[in-house]
Each structure stands twice: as structure tokens, then as C-alpha cells.
């Protein structure tokens, strides 16, 4: 160890540390999806729409991939304090205005803000963890990393259905505050700066491109979802954001010092290794908001026995999630890829043929395959890409990657909620629930193809180690 690392050492205690961002990390991304399985109850308590109660979710994803390119900036402008009380600040504020919601429109406020603060916490803990760890500890660093970006959401239906079935759905919020606030209190004690910040003067046409660019493409492609895609409010969108996305990118590459570093596209690693994760994780996220749908309006069952028939996979993903980052750190990335894409496949064909009587064991049974299978490959193709950056890249590659799933995510959302509401309709299948029933085997064999195409990519491209990788270390 080189007398610099030793001095860095002497700073901080990794373990506090890591402490203080999982737990920030951990009810952050739990209530991303926290009012999944509580959408229903909350819809019919505030009288809106299914369209309408979707946006509760895909804001929550939007803004966060909105704040998510700027994170680069701020992570290198700010101390690492100053930037944790700030964004989990937001996110206390946001979860307070929450439990106290008496309408969608102050609901889907607090759900905003508390994106805003979400949408920082999670690149910040990543660049953080690749800082305080050694590459030689960072598969097994990010493992638990990944822990928070795949178990929190996973048990999320399951909470939110033990809560939503007992007391008002508004508790989901009441339970995260004092967390949320034990951590600050925490943090303030535990968490160091581990990393000099930079006076770095703040790009505001490329935080306005960016914001038009990501939003515009989600809002069209959610109003495609009801009204066509030939409408206005489908095109316009759609042409601002591609647009903005292309000033947004010339003024990146074109700039010494850009917001948000896309030259670390430069990395075939890191590239291929992020397209795989942006194509599957569209595929995993809108099956999130739909099976719950599926069990609850198709089948009749509570919100409780939802989030307990999806319990077990969450339990699978959150033990194997350290298990496959130590895996990684010896074998590297091809292989666990490989043998996690077969399964995320698998899992969610196997979805794809919903019936009205379909044994909950059955459904129970693939969705974990699913978790299983995620488990086994995010989180190792997201260190190998990251392990090709340099250390000045890392914030960068952390916001890039963060946005690019973020994105995926709310895009594949509102793209197969769309395909869902349309082969409904186009069924003509007389039965409602039926239709409904046909309309969620289309969004689930839409999200397989996504898969089985991330699957196809990795087989050809992920190797045990890149050379990238082993120049790097």
C-alpha cells in the first residue's frame, strides 16, 4: 500500500462510512417502488386513473434521472458532507410532505422532491465505495452496493402490502421519516469528506438540455400510452427531447470541463457493459408495476398476500448480491452474466403466460428466477465497466451509468404499460379481466425479448476480465 493510500486511511472509517450511505441508500431506493403494491389502494383513494397513478412511479424514476447527470458536477464541486445532508435533506422533506398527502397532485409533489435527493445518493455512495475500497475489494463492495439498488426495491411490495392492508397507505411514508432522519443525525457524527472539492463553475445550458432532453422523451412516451402516438403531446415531446439530447451531447464532447463526461463512453467496457444493463433493466422495472397489478386487479388477492408471494425472491436477491460481487472479484464478469441474463430470460417468459387460474406457487417461483438472475449480473457488469475509468472518471462513469438505467427503466415503464393498454383493448376478448390478463402477457413477453437481446449481447461482448480492466489495474 503506497504512503498516500495510508494517509487517506487515516481519514475516515470505511465501515462507517459505508454504514451511513446504506442506510440512506437503502430507504431511498425502497421507496422508489414502496408505493407499487400500494398503487391500487391509493388510486381508488384518490380517484384517479391507472394512467395517472403510473406517474407516481416514473416521475419518481424521471427525476432521478434528471439529477442524475448532474451528480458528476456536484460530486466533484461539493464536500461529500455537504452533498449527503443536502440530498437526503431533500429526501426527508419529501417523505414528510408525503405522509401527509391529501391529493395526487401534492403526492406526486413530494414524490418529486423526494427524487431529487434520491436521484444524488446513489451515484455519490457509488463513487464513494470505489474510493474508500481497493479494486481488488470492489466486486464484493459493490455487491452490497447492489444490495441496495436491487433488494430495497424488491422487498418495497412486500412492505408497502403488510402496511397498506392494516392502516392508511400514507404510513409508508410515516415509517421511512424516522429513519431518514436517524441517519442524518449519524451522519453527521460518522461521515468524513473523502474526496477534495473543485470550484467548478456550473453548466446551465447543459443542465437545461438535459432536463428537456430525458423529460421530454418520457413524457411522450408516456402520453403515448393513452392518446395515440400521432398526438401533440406525443410528438412534441418526443422531437424536444431528442433535440435537447443532441445539443446536450455536442456541448459534453465539445467542452474541457463538462457537467457530464461522456468521453468515458471511450471505454468499450464500460459501454458495452452499460447498454446491456439499460436494455435489461427496461425489461426488469415495468414487470415491477405490472405483476403487482396482476395479482391484485386480475386475481383479486390483497396487497399483503402480493408483497408476500414476491417476498422470496427479494430475500434470494438481497443474499446473493454480496455472494456474486466476491464471485466477481475472483472469476470476473462473463460468466455470472451469462448465467444471470439466462435466468432473468427465463423468469420473465415464464410470465408471459398469465391465466386467470395460474398457480400463485408458479408466479412466486418465476419472479424469484428473476431476482436471481439480476442478482447475478447488475451489479458485476456495472464494476467491470467502472473498473476501466480512471479515478478522476469515476463520478462520471457513476452518472452516466446511473442515468442510462434510470432512463431505461422509466422509458421501458411507459413503453409497456402502453403495450399493455393496447393489446387490452385490441383483444377482443369480451371478458375485462381477461383482456386485462392478455394485454400483461404482451408487456411480459415484450420485457423477455428485452432480456433475451441483453443476454445476446453479453454472450459476444463480456469477457472474464477486458483488457481494459487488467490496463486499469
Known sequence: MSEENIREKKKFNPILISAVFLIGGFVSFLNGTLITTALPTIMKDLNISP????????????????????????????????????SMGLFTIGTIIGGFSNSFNMLLVARIIQAAGAGIIMPLMQTVFLVIYPKEKRGFAMGVVGIIIAFAPAIGPTLAGVIVDSHPWRDLFHLITPICIVDLVFAFFALKNVKESKKIKLDIISVITSTLGFGGLLLGFSNAGTDGWEKANVLIPLIVGIVSLA????????????????????????????????????????????????????????????????????IIMGIMNPITGKLF????????????????TAGTFGLSFLGADTKIELITFAYSVRLLGMSMFMMPLTTSGLN???KEN????????????????????????????????NSG?????????????????????LTLISLVIAFFVVKKKSKEEVKAN
Not at 65 to 80: E, K, N
Not at 329 to 340: E, N, Q, T
Not at 396 to 413: C, E, K, L, P, Y
Open 51 to 86: 394512467t395517472t397513478g403510473q406517474w407516481l412511479t416514473t416521475s419518481f424514476m424521471l427525476v432521478t434521472g434528471i439529477m442524475i447527470p448532474c451528480t458528476a458536477y456536484l460530486i466533484d464541486r461539493f464536500s461529500t458532507r455537504k452533498l449527503f445532508f443536502a
Open 247 to 314: 445539443i446536450f451531447t455536442w456541448k459534453q464532447l465539445s467542452s474541457k470541463k463538462p457537467m457530464l463526461n461522456l468521453r468515458v463512453f471511450k471505454s468499450s467496457t464500460f459501454t458495452y457493459t452499460t447498454i446491456i444493463i439499460m436494455v435489461a433493466y427496461a425489461g426488469l422495472v415495468s414487470a415491477e408495476l405490472i405483476l403487482p397489478m396482476y395479482i391484485q386487479m386480475a386475481r383479486g388477492y390483497s396487497a399483503l398476500d402480493s408483497g408476500l408471494m414476491l417476498m422470496p425472491g427479494a
Open 329 to 344: 472479484d475472483k472469476f470476473g464478469a462473463r460468466l455470472l452474466s451469462i448465467i444471470g441474463l439466462i435466468l432473468l
Open 388 to 390: 476501466t475509468l480512471s
Open 394 to 425: 469515476l463520478s462520471h462513469g457513476t452518472a452516466v451509468n446511473n442515468t442510462m438505467r434510470q432512463v431505461a427503466g422509466s422509458i421501458g415503464t411507459a413503453i409497456l404499460v402502453t403495450v399493455m393498454t393496447k393489446a387490452a383493448l
Open 429 to 449: 376478448i369480451l371478458n375485462p379481466k381477461l383482456a386485462q390478463i392478455h394485454g400483461m402477457n404482451v408487456a411480459f413477453a415484450i420485457s423477455g425479448i
